[in-house]
């Protein structure tokens, strides 16, 4: 998968290179490119931002270097190709991991950061006719800018991609993956500052400790966040399920 991303703090982006996603670029598997919109201005002060049109506070970006930036961005990838244009935004659709997976399948991402109040909506109208554009936010509060929501995004897809994460069965067993948050983990001392491990996870008995974990998943669903457990599909539960 290749990604852009264009932004007045290239530093923001540096968390790309570290950890696993770093690893997944030097195997191949995630190329990541880091673009700053300033290269992109044409006047002496290297200005991204004006006043809005109709007066209020902040300040607004302006189309003129964003859109030649996009254009850059374009003629840099495979010819004819049409990425998916990912802005993140407080007033855009939310991520959630399933949003993950369909960016997972995708070729090529590109990221427009916004700052301040955002970026002149001529900017997205015009990205339309060569970019399939995705308005998305992180969730329900403001940031200075988007940055860390594409450190967010890019964590989440970066390791749905085919190789990336080592144990590909820890993505089946995790939280969101079928809807429900994930059961609670131990590992050793088999005591701890005079606790223990629940009897069953040291049983041995596979089939008791895979249906412990799926009650112990339906029941912080339950409690956490039955916002979630609600909108199950009754069909994926078994008899078992409905007696938690
Ligand atoms: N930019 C500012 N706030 C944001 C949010 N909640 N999600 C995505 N981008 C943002």
Redesign the pocket.
Known sequence: MRIDVVTVFPDYLAPLQLSLLGKAQEAGRLEAHVHDLRAFTTDRHRSVDDTPYGGGAGMVMTPGPWGAALDAVLAQGPEGARPRLV????A?RV?TQDVAAEYAADPWLVFAC?RYEGIDARVLEDARSRYDVDE???????????E??VL?VVEAVGRLLPGVLGNAESLAEESHTGGLLEAPTWTKPAQWRGLGVPDVLVSGDHARIARWRRDESLRRTASTRPDLLARLDVDGLDRADLAV
């Open positions: 802005v993140p935004s407080p855009g991520f916004g998305l936010s992180i969730g329900d509060y403001v940031l200075f800018g988007g860390v929501a967010v």
